[in-house]
């Protein structure tokens, strides 16, 4: 097993409040496997995502990689086998800095040689002609944003992908076009993709389980063919399901 979770809580404190973002919520995802994360504003899903990589103080629980507990705080060897694609490109990408810049920090970061020659595989890799490179990310449309953030997530060479609404802020056909990438690159590099969506046309498309949330806690485990042949079980996975197909016919 490549990533395991168990009993996982965060919790943050917010103007006097608590707030359990996250209760006692356990998951296991194989290696080479797309895992998702589906539920409504709020479920804890991208919090989830938060925690593994850091960003979110964990309250209770653990998080093992490759059977080993992630180190606190998260080291160079994380993020060698670990790296998050963000909901928003324009809002992950400095605005300032050329995407050559961009893609090169990582390599700079890791001492790691042949910068030029990454560099312009990455690009291509993703789709982007070479000539990006010294352009600014207000320079590129929404898509080609998201996908030099997708490039720059892959310069370390990661085992593991966590993908965060990766095509929400982008209009469908691009969404569309920027899903096909990231199945393919998974094909191509044996990737493991642990994904959230609010979207579950979007995890039907790329995943092969998933995991249903509401208000931080686990509802329900479908596969791939559960959720394609509408057998859930709880009534809240079924509304959901419900409301994304009515999404979809309006669509």
Known sequence: MLIEIENLSVTF????RVVRAVQDVSLSVNARESFGLVGESGS?????????????PISGGSIRINGKPIATPRGKAFSRQVQMVFQDPYASLHPRHTIDRTLSEPLAIHGLPGTDQRISQALTDVGLPTAFRFRYPHQLS?????????????????????LD???????ASVQAETLNLLSRLRAERGLTF?????????????CDRVLVMQHGRAVEELTREALASAQM???????????????????
Request: glycine share 8%; charged share 20%.
């Open 194 to 206: 642990l994904m959230v969506s609010h979207d579950l046309a979007v995890i039907d498309h790329m």
């Open 142 to 162: 929404g898509g080609q944003r998201q996908r030099v953030a997708i490039a720059r997530a892959l310069m370390l060479e990661p085992e593991i992908l966590l």
């Open 233 to 251: 079980k709880t009534d809240y996975a079924r509304a959901l399901f419900a409301a994304s197909a009515d999404r979809m016919l309006q669509g």
């Open 44 to 56: 804890g899903k991208s919090t989830i995502l938060r925690a593994i990589c850091g960003l979110a």
């Open 13 to 16: 404190h917010a103007q006097g």
């Open 165 to 171: 609404e990766p095509t929400s802020a982008l209009d």
